[in-house]
């Protein structure tokens, strides 16, 4: 027999055993994606999604105006609402259904937010030159919102001094004690409501 005759049964008896395993002749084949993890029996993975989570909602205190009294309107807002988000809101003045109600107010529109400091019981207020002179009745809103809302913010201080500064350096004092604020109703359908402030405008 001749050696090219002899070679054929032996290669034919060494790719037998590797044909009967399954493993491919022609090399390695790629298929699919590459194995990111080990899963148990019967689970199957997912994307994850995250759950947004809620808002929380707080009422904001902002005082108007109603037959030259001061009346103080709660809000309900996203929160947690600072004392510059707070004196936006009341800049912006009543809304479609507080003025339905008969509320108005003598703050200017804000072209410009205020600059507020803290300092412990103290706030002061300083005002943009864009809002000119307030009345006396528009530093008893702006002051008593800002009161009432530093002391909703730290509780603790138990008052507030508020100190609004005007453009041309005028200042005008107001204390959280001038600014009473009643027992919170609430009218179905509409904005919540305190009974008014006895404050008057009490002059700078």
Request: glycine share 12%; proline share 10%; with cysteine.
């Amino acid at each position: 027999m001749k050696p090219s005759t002899r070679a054929v049964p032996l290669l034919l008896a060494a790719l037998l055993p590797l044909s009967a395993c399954g493993i491919p002749e022609t090399g390695v084949v790629e298929a699919g994606e590459p194995a990111t993890g080990v899963l148990d029996p019967g689970v199957t993975s997912a994307p994850s999604e995250s759950v947004p989570e809620a808002v929380p909602l707080v009422k904001v205190p902002l005082y108007f105006v109603e037959d030259g009294a001061l009346v103080a309107v709660v809000r309900t807002a996203p929160g947690p609402t600072d004392l510059g988000g707070t004196v936006l809101m009341l800049f912006k003045g009543p809304d479609d259904r507080e003025r339905g109600r008969g509320l108005t107010t003598e703050l200017p529109p804000a072209a410009e937010a205020p600059t507020i400091r803290t300092d412990g019981t103290g706030v002061t207020v300083q005002l943009p030159r864009s809002a000119g002179i307030l009345s006396d009745t528009a530093v008893d809103q702006l002051a008593c919102t800002v009161a009432v809302a530093r002391l909703r913010q730290d509780p603790a201080l138990g008052r507030a001094q508020v100190t609004v500064e005007q453009p041309g350096g005028r200042l005008a004092g107001r204390s959280s004690d001038d600014c009473r604020f009643a027992t919170e109703r609430r009218s179905p359908g509409t904005a919540d409501t305190a009974a008014p402030s006895d404050t008057g405008g009490s002059g700078g």
